[in-house]
């Protein structure tokens, strides 16, 4: 805009009103508007101002008069302007002044993320202003991580934990299924799905742990959700007040101790043996708590199985209390000797065992899926309570992995993999025997993604993880899984998504790291 | 099995041990396992006991050793037997002796979905046998459902509220990117995924919102999300403790209450009038909130915008108090005269607001994918508390609709919908003048998928709205979101799924309905 334009601008509307030269890219509309609107915000156009005519403004910006007219009834609903047509229009009057005087451009300032106490209660004068938003107490229990998760895309590395071999995945075959499914779908399939989760898949779910981990249920006890954690944070949340006690396995999975807390739940740890979790010791110590979290197909972090008779003593302290047990079943399809143990909702007969499984560690990650299955009477709580704080996983997804383990897909791949990762559970014993012996015990492994492997006592497993880190090797301090008492000094170490190879040379590069 | 065979066994093995026959489709491993175990399980095989050895119990049932031997493993594996090899096996010990011995079959049984507080204190007997497990507190406000969702697929129908039309989607281009997506996935998009959401979808979205909704934002504040629902959820456990006060518009939608009730928030109705919630009020009443949850773009139910000066207002006390303003965006891309109003985020110079929107309404409601724009210095805890209690969205879907929007399909597909929404509305509006007169009050309509309307003061909203289910007419009922205070009768209307011919067709039923 010429300075002549400005000043002529000025004479005729008796407003300063300077138009900041048009973005390349942006419309002749949207510039006008965010002009404008601009100048009301700032003051520039004060309250009750007259604007030019839209003739007007239209002959000096070589505008379209339709399109002036739009911007202004734009404005006009916005609350901005106010004026009849034919009148000319005005800065709405009862616009507050000054308010947004500091910027003229909108735009979110870099904050810190840290909150405080202080903060939070603020100022009781309502006029000062509050510098920051507080997180609530819950909040910051809320806003914990387990574990540093990268979120970025990484190649396969020695010795990640709980990771399953992506490039084993078939994966050429699920995207035909899915370019199948994506042909063929129904309308139905697009419309709102129930929270439940679709019903072929939760029939194929119910036929799957039927099979194999032998559970007797129906499509009806089935949910399906987007992760175990969610499962955990509904339990959590339909069954616990805050205050109540809840129970997990010490060491045990912090992810767990977490939303658990998050929930307002008193968290008491308790020892694990070699026969699983100590449900005496629970039953003596914590008789009163009104949830039980154990992974009794493969204690996470340490290995062994829940004993047969600590089963039937936890399912009998349930039943007796009135309490719910959550079985986190995350990886015990992956036992490479014999078959897998049956889960322990196998033996529930009166309905107090929430089990929770995953497709995210048996397929891959990226998707997402897991399910619930749920007893009779906490059927439609569950359900409800997810659909009230997230609806559903995506329809389209559910359809095409219901493809995938009705067609018999699922099952052959998980054979696969057990014998897969069963050989490098092995490579991985063979090549810690030859180069670990005197630095790290590893025991042998039977079962599962990743292995509970043990540091001579007194040794800080926190220091020995920083250094295998520098020779490039990850591994999992078993430290991250106390819970209220120490955990014996080892490292968690993955084998499932690396090649006998590969884990031969990055135990020589771990034995390095822990002989210095 | 014989008579004969049954006796034999008795003599030989000292044991009284029927198996039921084989079911038809299990296994000869299947069955041999579930009748063993069972057997343990009832008693009818006792602790200590002596097991047939493998290879009388081959030959009586015709099966191979190896099938015998591979179930005492597992059995053993389990916990229910004991035996070194050569030397026969027993049942475990120190198995609990007839702990489970109400049902050989393990099943769950059909339970009352009820419970009472009576059932949740139970008996401090520990010997006592409780009968239910009880919902916490919370999880009675967490397990209530807003609206009856039938879950099921059904065709449009007239007026069902908030539904987009599914024939009008442009579904054999979404197959036509899913389908590439798929043949193109990179092993980097099998693996995790960020909580916070796929990057370039993150991008895509801060482009969107940015042109269509004034926000100005990077994709550093985009957190994706399954639902609304989800946002309001975390945010409301991040900022608020039990107790806090939250308010929301009155009448306001009941899901956004619901899931604040649930996670422990007092909730105060605000009234709503010709220039939406009324802030003033608010400040005056409820100076203390520590959120507040509006529809600023089309208030729902009722309809209008909120008026600027309402904005600025509650953007001030936000500021002041340093309290939180979830916006929920949910449908306003669809307005029929000018463009899209500016969401009150645009003017969120101070990092206040959390912005809500989502594809659901916009595209199909299976998709279920929806976005929150997070003030800087949230975005930390949000992203945490999200991948602690849910994980992610699955990568694969996030992918095809970056695609969907980064083509330009997106804003295409709104530009179609916003064009024969508005049609349908206008159809609406001039059925009713024709057949609604004096019997239901049809405001002209210049937004989103769904209208109120109003009935004289004094009649039962929810009758009618039962009246008109006769007839097959779907609505409704404005008392439905009453909050503190009663809500005008009237009934929501959704116009958007079915055509303009049917729509004249389904007033002229409502009218009867609604005369009667």
Sequence with gaps: ???????????????????????????????????????????????????PSSRDLAAR???????????FSQLDAEGYLTGATGRGSFVAPELPDRRFDRSDRVSLKKHDGRTSAHERNGDNDGTARARGIALSSRGHLLARTPFQVSGRASPARAFRASQPDLDAFPFELWARLAAKRVRRTRRDLLGDGEAQGYRPLREAIAGYVGMSRGITCTADNVVVLGSVQQAIDLGARLLLDPGDTAWIEDPGYPGARF?????????????????????????????????????????????????????LSLLEWARDRGAVIIEDDYDSEYRFEGNPLAAMKSLDHDGHVIYCGTFSKLMFPALRTA??????????????????????????????????????????????????????????????????????????????????????????????????????????????????????????????????????SAVIALARALAR
């Design 1 to 51: 805009m010429s300075q002549f334009e400005r000043v002529t601008m000025r004479r005729a509307e008796q407003i300063e009103l300077a138009l900041a030269p048009r973005p390349h890219g942006t419309s002749l509309q949207r510039w006008l508007y965010d002009e404008l609107r601009s100048a009301i915000l700032t003051g520039r156009l004060s309250p009750g101002a007259r604007l």
């Design 259 to 311: 939303v658990l807390e998050a929930a307002g739940a008193r968290v008491v740890g308790v020892p694990v043996d070699a026969g699983g979790v100590d449900v005496d010791w629970a039953r003596r110590h914590v008789p009163d708590a009104r949830l039980a979290y154990v992974t009794a197909g493969r204690q996470a972090p340490l290995g062994p199985p829940l004993a047969l008779e600590r089963r």
């Design 61 to 71: 910006f070589a505008l379209s008069r339709g399109t002036v007219l739009s911007v």
């Design 371 to 504: 399910y619930a299955i749920v007893p009779d009477r906490l059927v439609d709580p569950f359900v409800a309570a997810l659909s009230l704080t997230a609806r559903h996983v995506p329809l389209d997804q559910q359809s095409v992995l219901h493809e995938f383990i009705a067609d018999g897909h699922f099952g052959r791949h998980i054979r696969r993999m057990r014998m897969l990762y069963g050989e490098r559970a092995e490579a991985l014993k063979r090549a810690a025997d030859r180069h670990l012996f005197g630095l790290l015990e590893v025991p042998r492994i039977i079962a599962g993604l990743d292995a509970a492997t043990f540091l001579s006592p007194g040794i800080d497993d926190a220091e020995m993880a920083r250094r295998a880190a520098r020779e490039g090797i990850e591994t999992r301090p078993l430290s991250l899984y106390a819970i209220d008492r120490a955990a014996p000094p080892g490292l968690v170490l993955g084998f499932a998504s690396i090649d006998s190879d590969a884990i031969e």
